[in-house]
């Protein structure tokens, strides 16, 4: 099997390789499986087995949100519905410690060496988990990783401003209550008293001073 043509490999490799277009559980399980049997033949496509080996890590990692993503993709497949929404590891990642109401995280302590190393690595692997609009928090929906990140104080803003590099800020939006509105604006208007009446020594003032000309700078 080894001495194939490189060509018919290829061939054989890119019909029988099943499709990831989703990152879906089944799908990351789906292609781990056919290109670990891929190279067990031909010792062919190692690093694209090692990348999702990763994924699948990180899928079972943060996994708090997968199983309402994975039913959310099928349920539109099956129905010929639009899937627009994408993989929503770095939500659940930025969720982490947050004491909002009605959030959830698969962690409960924000250890922030090993996330940012995390946040790094999902976005080198699935770049277009940024722009996931998956999370909910209480009254708001279709909120972002930039959005979890920013409403979370135990969230560094090196933090934020690595999700802007990466593009973050092509979605500035929230909604509340089925309206649209800035997450700027809306984390204000959550925070009003703390930022409001001159309390500019505050870690709170200074983080969203920071945010807030990081977010023009990137936009």
């Known amino acids: 099997m080894d001495k194939l043509p490189e060509e018919i490999i290829t061939i054989i490799l890119d019909y029988v390789i099943t499709n990831n277009k989703y990152c879906t559980s089944e799908e990351i399980y789906n292609k781990k499986r056919?290109?670990?049997?891929?190279?067990?033949?031909?010792?062919?496509?190692?690093?694209e087995l090692?990348?999702?080996n990763k994924i699948n890590k990180y899928i079972i990692k943060y996994y708090i949100y997968?199983?309402?993503?994975?039913?959310?993709?099928?349920?539109?497949?099956?129905?010929?519905?639009?899937?627009?929404?994408k993989c929503p590891l770095l939500i659940?990642?930025?969720?982490?410690?947050?004491?909002l109401p009605c959030i959830y995280s698969s962690k409960t302590k924000f250890c922030e060496k090993v996330?940012?190393?995390d946040i790094k690595?999902?976005?080198?692997?699935?770049?277009?988990?940024?722009?996931?609009?998956?999370?909910?928090?209480?009254?708001?929906?279709r909120v972002t990783p930039l959005y979890a990140a920013i409403s979370n104080e135990c969230v560094p803003v090196y933090m934020i401003e690595y999700l802007l590099k990466n593009g973050a800020s092509k979605n500035l939006n929230v909604y509340v209550n089925?309206?649209?509105?800035?997450?700027?604006d809306d984390y204000y208007f959550c925070n009003h008293l703390d930022l409001h009446y001159n309390l500019t020594d505050s870690y709170k003032c200074h983080r969203y001073i920071n945010i807030k000309q990081l977010i023009q700078k990137y936009k």
Not at 34 to 47: G, V
Not at 92 to 99: G, S, V, W
Not at 178 to 184: P, Q, V
């Open 92 to 99: 659940d990642l930025f969720n982490t410690e947050n004491i």
């Open 50 to 52: 090692d990348k999702y």
């Open 178 to 184: 089925g309206e649209e509105f800035n997450i700027l």
């Open 34 to 47: 056919d290109l670990a049997l891929c190279y067990l033949l031909f010792r062919s496509r190692k690093l």
């Open 66 to 85: 997968q199983r309402d993503y994975d039913n959310y993709v099928k349920y539109n497949k099956k129905n010929n519905r639009p899937i627009r929404d």
């Open 115 to 117: 996330f940012f190393e």
């Open 121 to 141: 690595k999902i976005i080198e692997l699935i770049p277009n988990s940024i722009h996931s609009t998956f999370g909910q928090m209480r009254c708001r929906t």
